[in-house]
T-cell receptor
Framework: DSGVTQTPKHLITATGQRVTLRCSPRSGDLSVYWYQQSLDQGLQFLIHYYNGEERAKGNILERFSAQQFPDLHSELNLSSLELGDSALYFC?????????????FGPGTRLTVT | TQLLEQSPQFLSIQEGENLTVYCNSSSVFSSLQWYRQEPGEGPVLLVTVVTGGEVKKLKRLTFQFGDARKDSSLHITAAQPGDTGLYLCAGSPSNDYKLSFGAGTTVTVRA
């Protein structure tokens, strides 16, 4: 158990819909990272928040947004969903504010868009 | 094009055999990480290598960072079925902030 929690575990929704994925980092970690993992793209970095502020953006679509709240939990919002958005979405946390390869991953949310 | 190229993509061996997984790049990294991921679960951090030429051991797993800090390898001695999983290398190039992952090597150890 990494100490990072993600809800829900599974999500099935239709094209065009909007969903929210939730992540709680390890106790004491101020950084939260979001990743998308699909079979053909591997693990892709989406966005990084540190103590409530956006630190870095990766390959995140404009239809996707995220935020980190004062209690440090984070939410990833996916809107106007397309079939190609079906993937595993992981949240990770770390103690540092800078780039850190030592990240602790949650169990993921499996999103299926039908 | 992946920033970190892993090889081989798939590896299937018999219990007790040795294996090596490679992670290569044309970029210099301040550090590299190795993760293992099991189906339907999140990646789990195994090790971080920081110094060029560094060798780290974790039980039967040996990790090496290249002298030029552009490549790394993972060697498993006497593999066991519990070593089965997707092995991922990751790192941030010295001139970039974002963490990049290799595509991974799927290791299957047959009993």
């Amino acid at each position: 158990d990494s100490g990072v929690t993600q809800t829900p575990k599974h999500l099935i929704t239709a094209t065009g819909q909007r969903v929210t994925l939730r992540c709680s980092p390890r106790s004491g970690d101020l950084s939260v990272y979001w990743y998308q993992q699909s079979l053909d793209q591997g693990l892709q970095f989406l966005i990084h928040y540190y103590n409530g502020e956006e630190r870095a953006k990766g390959n995140i679509l404009e239809r996707f947004s995220a935020q980190q709240f004062p209690d440090l939990h984070s939410e990833l919002n996916l809107s106007s969903l397309e079939l190609g958005d079906s993937a595993l979405y992981f949240c990770a946390s770390s103690a540092t504010s800078g780039r850190s390869g030592e990240q602790y991953f949650g169990p993921g949310t499996r999103l299926t868009v039908t | 094009t992946q920033l970190l190229e892993q090889s081989p993509q798939f590896l299937s061996i018999q219990e007790g055999e040795n294996l090596t997984v490679y992670c290569n790049s044309s970029s210099v990294f301040s550090s590299l990480q190795w993760y293992r991921q099991e189906p339907g679960e999140g990646p789990v951090l195994l090790v971080t290598v920081v110094t060029g030429g560094e060798v780290k051991k974790l039980k039967r797993l040996t990790f090496q960072f290249g002298d030029a800090r552009k490549d790394s390898s993972l060697h498993i001695t006497a593999a066991q079925p519990g070593d089965t999983g997707l092995y991922l290398c990751a790192g941030s190039p010295s001139n970039d902030y974002k963490l990049s992952f290799g595509a991974g090597t799927t290791v299957t150890v047959r009993a």
